[in-house]
């Protein structure tokens, strides 16, 4: 199974509660926090909600 890998590339300060909630879910603190996470629906959904946040990039 593919994987993706997740960094937090902006703040969270001042956003809405449910997109730090989001990004705590996938264990993003910090910017330049960075998690590895299964490329599936669940996590597909979460980066769309805060994807303007998050560089992606795919792992082989």
Do not use: W
């Amino acid at each position: 199974m593919a994987k993706l890998n997740i960094t937090l590339a902006k703040s969270l300060n001042g956003r809405l509660a449910k997109h730090k909630a989001t990004a705590e879910a996938l264990g993003l603190r910090k910017i330049g926090d960075t998690t590895v996470q299964p490329d599936n629906a669940a996590t597909r959904g979460k980066i769309a909600l805060i994807g303007y946040l998050l560089q992606v990039t795919e792992e082989k």
